[in-house]
């Protein structure tokens, strides 16, 4: 027989498919929000890792007194990223947008992908947001560790291939250079001698602590500054 709680998490977990089949690239997010938004010079794009980022447990190092938007939602991967484009970034007529993406492609957060597949949703990313007149910063994807192995889900080494990563993230940045697009390259400064996520920088070797987000930081902002100078 069904548990009480067993029985109420099934209840959940169907109300959030029905969700995600309702509005898979979860317009609704940031669709009120984005309304009454004021002037933006910059808007980031991404997953879980930027969702973290903008909220106010990290907020001393998410740019405090610029006029950057986070738009990111956790879970996502480059397909609903590229079906929100024109709402969350284009609309806003940011300068720039910073796109963090394809690690949750990786991890088959909405199916199986292939490095091309994901390759070719940056590339759309980077296409509408130049046909629109806003500089593209790529973002490496971050490495992985097996430092904190949650033993429900198994290693993040295993879940996203630090092989895959490299990959992708080679062809972000000559696709950057061919293209007069910045590549903004968190993964050489947040690797160490195992050649994975530093340990003290991650609690799940995937998402970054309040010290990686210090060391990306200034990373995002040596990028801007670049893309915006060209």
């Known amino acids: 027989m069904t548990s009480c709680p067993e029985l109420a998490a099934a209840v959940r ?6 969700s995600r089949n309702r509005d898979w690239p979860n317009l ?7 309304r009454s938004v004021g002037p933006v010079d910059v808007v980031f794009m991404g997953d879980s890792i930027t969702d973290s980022w903008a909220q106010a447990r990290f907020a001393e190092n998410f740019f405090p007194g610029k006029p950057y938007a986070g738009r990111g939602i956790s879970g ?5 990223m590229l ?13 720039a947008v910073v796109i963090l993406a394809g690690t949750n492609d990786l991890s088959q957060n909405t199916g199986p992908a292939t490095d091309e597949e994901i390759e070719g ?16 910063v790529f973002s490496s994807i971050l490495p992985t560790s097996a430092y904190h192995v949650n033993p429900s889900l198994g290693p993040q080494t295993s879940l996203r291939p630090l092989a895959r990563i490299r990959a992708i993230n080679d ?3 000559n696709y950057a250079a061919a293209h007069k697009h910045t590549y903004l390259d968190y993964y050489s400064a947040m690797i160490d001698s195992q050649g994975m996520l530093k340990a003290e920088l991650s609690a799940d070797d995937l998402h970054p602590t309040a010290a990686g987000y210090a060391i990306m930081q200034p990373l995002a902002q040596a990028a801007i500054d670049k893309a915006l100078a060209r």
């Open 13 to 18: 977990n169907v109300a959030a498919s029905d």
């Open 28 to 34: 609704a997010r940031y669709r009120e929000v984005n």
């Open 76 to 80: 996502q991967t480059t397909p609903q």
């Open 83 to 95: 079906l929100r484009m024109r709402q969350d970034v284009l609309n806003l007529k940011p300068k």
């Open 121 to 136: 949703n940056l590339q759309s990313m980077g296409e509408l947001a130049t046909n629109a007149g806003v500089k593209v």
């Open 171 to 173: 062809w972000m940045k």
